[in-house]
């Protein structure tokens, strides 16, 4: 096949494009999506000093600057060898927890809204958050908007800034959180908690009273059995802010649990053409290409993947919730048989948000996080460090190498849609597949179908602010078997 | 929010990913020009959708300063945008993809105090995936005259570019 080239100059450029390539037959051979990515990052970072890195990293993206800035204090700590306080440890989970009860919220919302709350058979200018808005009424859209506030706040007050927290430095904290600020926190979780419990009571009246929804959810089409990979508590309960990474194999079988500073024995990546992008993979199963099943090393980072890698939840409602989500899926209410139906990821999506805001209200009411003792001064310096925190999206990695003095020379990072990059082409194509076949014309239909398949994943296209203005287009483009372009359909998603 | 300023300028951006960096700078020439109002609120900002949604509820008019790539004009072009232009009923491809037009759709049905009036003031640019602090040459030097736009729009509530056609 030889590489076609879109010449970003003479289009509209800043989008999302698939290739889906045909065979002689016409039939589907392959998919590949590719998204604009920042360059020149390693450069820019390239003799800084490592302790800026929490506030540089929050800059790259607009999107989760909480998450980066907690893996790249975790991988500062590292390079200076230095562990913090308790309260300061406290402290971070616990902004890191109301980040994740108001991120998760926005993304149920604006996500799984559009396919479960309105419906996949709804008229397509209904499906939008517009949509879930008329449908589930106004009050509770309010409520909606109140909660990703309350997100914002919690990580305001202990963050220092509500959109790019600032606080957390090597060693620990900077700033402390006073009695009031700690009763404020107390009566935000408080009100997280109520708000999760809804968002649960809407999935049960909406989704799961639906049996057409469930079994859109348990479709083969959105279905691909893959490793999965995700953070654990000590107690084997997922965590978001710290612990063991632990990989589950298909089967739900533990493949391998690994420390952030042996990422590399665990984690490879490769670059395929046509995509540009990096598609990690396991390295002790190996690449075998866009393909599922034990014997590729393709793996998912989701909050599904957490769940599967997880011996359950760590807070008693959402713990509830998992062995609710097993027992529907899978008979199996443990959760030792993983869900691999990729709309699934929604589910899980909202048994996370009720854990996050159950884990934000307890972790607030914990008294130690107004001690003063907050931040231990680093003594020395390691030169090399990992911090390994879950994002929303999936797992990320950051991974610094400085000098004596702790300037940085090598910056390495793994950020959460990365992961999923071959199972989201993967989905991709399963979705394409049914409909792209010799004589048949792509329809709009078929960006309908691809689009649920990687909305599921929630993927991050958002390295550049502009995109504020809506100018996000998809493009699907159909590859005939030599390369040649066959036909192009773009819209604006 | 308590007693926002009536008019309110966003330079909307990331200043360290190149001509991304446009509104910012332009927030900040604009800054130091006019010094500190009472009835103009100037502000940087790196967020999309929702984000915005919170920066900009309470005043009567806001300005957004950004930069859009179209690849049909030469970089550094200065133009406005219509807001019209975008569908105010999307699918979302991501939760971060909420455009400002959906955005400012949801926040008037939820009742919030959205301004009747909101433009937008684009740069084209050349250079929005590099991560570094410096814009390509047009694109820095277009600010000044963004500023000056800026500055005509505070006094006047003129914007005098043409409308970009889409």
């Not at chain 1, 289009?11 to 051979?29: C, M, Q, S, T, Y």
Request: aromatic share 6%; net charge negative; proline share 6%.
């Amino acid at each position: 096949m030889k590489s076609i080239i879109i010449d970003p100059i003479t289009r509209l450029e800043g989008h999302g494009k698939i290739h889906l390539f045909v065979d002689d037959e016409g039939n589907l051979a392959n998919a590949y999506f590719q998204v604009p990515e920042l360059r020149g990052f390693e450069v820019f970072c390239r003799n800084r000093p490592v302790e800026e890195m929490p506030r540089i990293t929050t800059r790259i993206c607009g999107v989760c600057p909480e998450a980066h800035h907690m893996a790249s204090v975790k991988a500062a700590d590292a390079v200076y060898g230095v562990t913090p306080p308790r309260a300061a440890l406290k402290l971070r989970e616990l902004l890191y927890n109301g980040f994740f009860a108001g991120d998760h919220t926005t993304h149920f919302f604006a996500l799984g809204g559009p396919d479960f709350v309105v419906g996949p058979e709804a008229p397509k200018a209904e499906r939008n958050i517009l949509g879930v808005v008329r449908k589930v009424g106004l009050e509770l859209g309010a409520e909606v908007i109140k909660q990703r506030a309350r997100g914002q706040r919690v990580v305001q007050i202990i963050g220092g800034k509500a959109l790019h927290p600032v606080t957390a430095l090597p060693g620990g904290m900077s700033k402390r959180v006073t009695k009031e600020e700690q009763q404020e926190l107390v009566r935000i979780g408080k009100e997280m908690v109520e708000f999760g419990k809804l968002t649960i009571k809407i999935f049960e009246d909406v989704v799961l009273a639906n049996k057409s929804y469930v079994d859109l959810i348990m479709s083969d089409m959105f279905a691909h059995r893959t490793y999965s990979i995700g953070l654990v508590d000590p107690n084997g309960k997922v965590n978001f802010y710290d612990g063991t990474v632990r990989i589950t194999a298909p089967d739900g079988s533990l493949f391998a649990e690994y420390q952030a500073h042996e990422y590399l024995d665990h984690i490879a990546e490769t670059v395929l053409p046509y995509s540009y992008l990096k598609y990690p993979y396991l390295k002790k199963v190996g690449w075998k290409g866009l393909v599922d099943g034990p014997d590729s090393g393709v793996y998912r980072a989701t909050p599904m993947s957490r769940l599967n890698v997880s011996d359950g939840m760590a807070t008693p409602l959402a713990d509830a919730e998992y062995r609710r989500l097993y027992g529907t899926l899978t008979g199996d209410e443990s959760g030792k048989t993983p869900v691999h139906a990729t709309l699934a990821i929604h589910w899980a999506r909202v048994v996370e948000l009720l854990f996050a805001c159950e884990a934000t209200c307890a972790q607030a009411g914990d008294d130690e996080i107004t001690s003063d003792d907050i931040h231990r001064p680093p003594e020395g310096i390691v030169g090399e460090g990992v911090g390994i925190v879950e994002a929303p999206r999936g797992i990320l990695t950051h991974h610094y190498k400085t000098d004596e003095k702790g300037f940085i020379k090598e910056a390495n990072l793994i950020v959460g849609t990365t992961n999923n990059n071959a199972a989201i082409s993967m989905s991709i194509k399963k979705a394409a597949e049914g409909l792209i076949r010799k004589g048949t014309e792509v329809r709009e239909g078929t960006l309908n179908m691809i689009e649920m398949a990687f909305r599921a994943y929630d993927p991050c296209f958002g390295c550049a602010t502009h995109a504020a203005l809506g100018r996000m287009p998809l493009e699907v483009i159909v590859h005939a078997p030599d390369g040649a372009v066959r036909e192009t359909i773009r819209r604006y998603c | 929010m308590a007693n926002p300023a009536k008019a309110l300028v966003v330079g909307l951006g990331n200043d360290i990913v190149s001509d991304d960096g446009f509104g910012p700078a332009v927030a900040a020439a604009c800054r130091a020009a006019l010094g500190a109002r009472e009835d103009v609120a100037i502000e940087s900002a790196s967020v999309a959708g929702f984000h915005l949604l919170d920066l900009i509820v309470g005043h009567d008019r806001v300005l957004i300063v950004d930069v859009v790539r179209t690849g049909e004009r030469p970089p550094g072009t200065l133009l406005r945008w219509p807001l019209t232009h975008a569908s105010a009923a999307r699918t979302l491809g991501g939760s971060h993809q909420a455009d400002l037009q959906t955005t400012l759709v949801l926040g008037r049905a939820l009742g919030y105090p959205i301004p009747d009036e909101i433009t937008v003031l684009v740069a084209e640019a050349l250079d929005l995936e590099t991560v570094r602090e410096e814009m390509t040459p047009a694109v820095a030097a277009a600010v000044p005259a963004a500023a000056s736009l800026v500055a005509t729009w505070i006094e006047t509530g003129e914007l005098p570019v043409p409308t970009i056609e889409g």
